[in-house]
């Protein structure tokens, strides 16, 4: 069976606490297939030395590359530590990442506190699991 996805994105003010939070959980996470936006990835792979597929800095459209394997269903979870006190050029790429989370009922965790819950909880590792994509075909 082939990994599931998972990706890794913060923005300059959270880079730091993402790194701690990847550091902290990275016998769990290293199993998977990791993605990232550019610089994001960049320093999770410089510091901890795990093989990261990097999309372009999100504010360039990284965050769309990654909102796009949410359309296509090749995601399985996101972390992104969104900076709540910081405007961003491309506020507009962050919710549409967001946004396609809700539509295609994808985990996400914003904070360290969620983001150890999603990666300790059994289902989180368990193959047998399957999240529930809707169809809107319907
Ligand atoms: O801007 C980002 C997410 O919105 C993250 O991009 P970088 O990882 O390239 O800094």
């Not at 769309?64 to 709540?84: H, R």
Request: aromatic share 8%.
């Amino acid at each position: 069976m082939t990994a599931r996805t998972v990706a890794l994105v913060a923005h300059d003010h959270k880079k730091a606490e993402l790194l701690r939070w990847v550091k902290q959980h990275q016998a769990i996470l290293a199993p998977f297939k990791l993605v990232a936006t550019g610089t994001t990835g960049k320093l999770l792979s410089d510091e901890t030395g795990l093989e990261i597929h990097r999309y372009k800095s999100g504010p360039l459209g990284g965050d769309q590359q990654i909102g796009a394997l949410i359309a296509e269903n090749k995601l399985d979870a996101l972390f992104f530590f969104w900076d709540p006190l910081n405007p961003a050029p491309h506020d507009p790429d962050v919710k549409a990442l967001l946004r396609l989370c809700s539509v295609w009922n994808v985990p996400v965790a914003c904070t360290p506190a969620t983001a150890d819950l999603v990666v300790t909880s059994p289902l989180f590792n368990d193959p047998s699991h399957h999240r529930f994509v809707p169809d809107y075909g319907k």
